[in-house]
Each structure stands twice: as structure tokens, then as C-alpha cells.
């Protein structure tokens, strides 16, 4: 069992895909997340372990990852000044783009590794029914989206 070469991502306006879409040069994936880098596991203070991240991926129209920007702009415990740093930040990389449509988009897997957190569509097919989500699988890092069967844009937190 694989993933299909493209995986459709379906736009939810006000929701978890709420800033996806088309522009002129492609597709894109935008959104504000937290994160917590790699080896911290949250505790009690967690609000002071997740750091908040700007997002911007870009694809072609065939779904193949064009780039991404990626900015930290604070912790989670300096809410609500880091969210509305990241915010600012998106609003400026998405200025920049012409001709914007937030739609579907459809896009290949991809992963960028930026300031010890994992970004991207990955794919998490295993062949073992015992481990795993029992079939193809891709995973959207940092947020925990997975897309499945039947590859309709929907997705599981």
C-alpha cells in the first residue's frame, strides 16, 4: 500500500485549513501553529515550551514543494504577543503573493526540518497492520493532520 502522488487538502474556512489555497505562482499552505522542538516532551510548563510558528509552504501546480518560510516569533507564554507576531509575519509573506483563491489545494509530500521542528506532509505508511494508522497515511507536521482513504481532503486530529 502507498499514497497517492498527490494528497487533496480540502479548505475550511475559520478551521484547521482555513488559509490554503491558489495564487499565481502555484499553491500554497499558510497557518500560525505551535510546536514544540524536537526531544521536549510538555510538561507543566508547557506554555513556555511551545513555540509559536509562521507558515508558509509553496507548491507548484503539480503539488511539488516550491519552498518554504518558516519564522518563530515567541512562546506560547508570551500569548498573546507571539501569536500576533506570527500573525503579522503571515500577513506580510502573503502580501507578496498575486492573484490568491483560498480553495482545495493537492499536494506531493514534502519535509523541511527548521529550528529543531519537523514542517511538511509526511508520509507514514507502514507495512506492518499492527503499527501505525493500519494503511497509507500522511501526516502535516507540526499541526497533526492526517489524511487517509479516501483521499478526499479531509482530514484527522
Known sequence: MRL????PIKYEP?????RIGRHAGGQFFADITGAYQEGVRPGPD???QQRIYAVLHLFD???????????CTGVRGDSPAAVEAAEQVLS???AGLEAVTNCDIAV???R???DNVVFGLVDETTDDPG??????WAELYPQRLGFHEPWNGEYDT
Open 4 to 7: 497517492p502522488d498527490v494528497i
Open 14 to 18: 475559520g478551521y484547521r485549513t482555513g
Open 46 to 48: 508547557w506554555r513556555n
Open 61 to 71: 501546480e503539480g503539488g511539488h514543494h516550491a519552498g518554504s518560510y518558516l519564522r
Open 92 to 94: 506580510d509573506w502573503m
Open 108 to 110: 506531493r509530500p514534502f
Open 112 to 114: 523541511v526540518d527548521f
Open 131 to 136: 503499527e501505525g494508522h493500519g494503511g497509507p
